[in-house]
Each structure stands twice: as structure tokens, then as C-alpha cells.
T-cell receptor, first 114, second 110 residues
Framework: KAGVTQTPRYLIKTRGQQVTLSCSPI?????VSWYQQTPGQGLQFLFE???????NKGNFPGRFSGRQFSNSRSEMNVSTLELGDSALYLC?????????????FGPGTRLTVL | AQRVTQPEKLLSVFKGAPVELKCNYS??????LFWYVQYSRQRLQLLLR??SRESIKGFTADLNKGETSFHLKKPFAQEEDSAMYYC????????????FGTGTRLQVFP
């Protein structure tokens, strides 16, 4: 079974631009979560989607948004990029939503904002 | 507030030595606790979770609700155990949201 895939793997943007990252969960998985990983803040929860609905959102500004499609694929968007948005963005999927579930992580998208 | 604390950034041991990676948590309720591991150039992956009460690759972790701890232990470290280890919690029941600790890098020397 193919794992979680994320595209693109690397991105370089400049301040003020916007960016869209994509995540394809494992086939059959319906829950998708996003995390931001930085050296200073570690792994921080961004959002969680299940059945095309955002079920949970982390403490990030409104510039960070996302969505989930009917095939469970998910995208996240960051508008008006800031230098501090440079990070590794990880997507994770699980079969169903619920604490205790194993989450499967993708390789991440490395975003660099110049 | 929900929080996971891993006090050690780096833990270095020799092969065959016992290992204990510490994890303390703060959560008002009954969380689910996990250990995730990231080997060099690999994805973050689940090592073990409290709900399964299993031993993976010789690692075990016991949830101590009184001390709000979920320390990861292995009696005899192997070189292939060298990796970044993250403790995480999840809760309430209807969410996948994980709160991670800052991670501990385990180095096992030959």
C-alpha cells in the first residue's frame, strides 16, 4: 500500500507570496492532519480534516487555511508568506478520526521563504 | 493546558546500556499517549502507543497517571536505535490532533 505522499517536496517563495501544499493520504484513510515543524517550535498542529470538514484547528493565524476533497486528498494554503513560515510541513493520515489511532506521516514539504 | 515535556534534547549511551527517555504530560482528562520515532532520512513513524500496551523493538512505555509520565525504556540499546524520539498525546476521543514534545535525540555508540 502506498504511503502518504506530499507535493511538492521543496518550495522556495518570497515574502508576501502565497503557497499551496498538497497531501494524498493512504488509500482508504479519511482523516488528514497537518503539522508545522521548525527547529525553534518543534512539531505544531495546524489542522485536522475528516469527511471534508475541518474538525480542529491549531493556534495559527488566519493566513493558514486548508481543505479536504471528497477523495480525502487535502491541501493547505498559506497566504502573505512571512519569513517565519519557513518550515517543514508534514501531513499525516489515519483510517478514521479518533484519539489513539496510529497516524501515518508523509515525507513533508520543505518551504523556504526568502 | 495540554503540554508534553521531554527534558532531554540529547541522550548518549553505549551499545548494551539501558535507555530511558523521559516524557511528562499535562492534560485535564484521559489522554492517549504515543512515542513516535524518526530515523535518519526516514519519515516520522509510530513506535508504540499506550492503548496497545505492546513492546516494539524491545521498547516499552508505561503510563503513570500519578506522575503524569510516559517514559520510554529499553534494557539494552542497539546502534540502530539511534534516532529522534517524540512523545505525543492525543485527546479527547474524537480528534486525531497530536501534541508533541520537543523530542530527544538518542545516540547509541558502539
Amino acid at each position: 500500500k502506498a504511503g502518504v505522499t506530499q507535493t511538492p517536496r521543496y518550495l522556495i517563495k518570497t515574502r508576501g507570496q502565497q503557497v499551496t501544499l498538497s497531501c494524498s493520504p493512504i488509500s482508504g484513510h479519511r482523516s488528514v492532519s497537518w503539522y508545522q515543524q521548525t527547529p525553534g517550535q518543534g512539531l505544531q498542529f495546524l489542522f485536522e480534516y475528516f469527511s471534508e470538514t475541518q474538525r480542529n484547528k491549531g493556534n495559527f493565524p488566519g493566513r493558514f487555511s486548508g481543505r479536504q476533497f471528497s477523495n480525502s486528498r487535502s491541501e493547505m494554503n498559506v497566504s502573505t508568506l512571512e519569513l517565519g513560515d519557513s518550515a517543514l510541513y508534514l501531513c499525516a493520515s489515519s483510517l478514521v478520526q479518533g484519539a489513539g489511532n496510529e497516524q501515518f506521516f508523509g515525507p513533508g514539504t520543505r518551504l523556504t521563504v526568502l | 493546558a495540554q503540554r508534553v515535556t521531554q527534558p532531554e534534547k540529547l541522550l548518549s549511551v553505549f551499545k548494551g546500556a539501558p535507555v530511558e527517555l523521559k516524557c511528562n504530560y499535562s492534560y485535564s482528562g484521559s489522554p492517549e499517549l504515543f512515542w513516535y520515532v524518526q530515523y535518519s532520512r526516514q519519515r516520522l513513524q509510530l513506535l508504540l502507543r499506550h492503548i496497545s500496551r505492546e513492546s516494539i523493538k524491545g521498547f516499552t512505555a508505561d503510563l503513570n497517571k500519578g506522575e503524569t509520565s510516559f517514559h520510554l525504556k529499553k534494557p539494552f540499546a542497539q546502534e540502530e536505535d539511534s534516532a529522534m524520539y517524540y512523545c505525543a498525546l492525543s485527546g479527547p476521543w474524537n480528534t486525531d490532533k497530536l501534541i508533541f514534545g520537543t523530542g530527544t535525540r538518542l545516540q547509541v555508540f558502539p
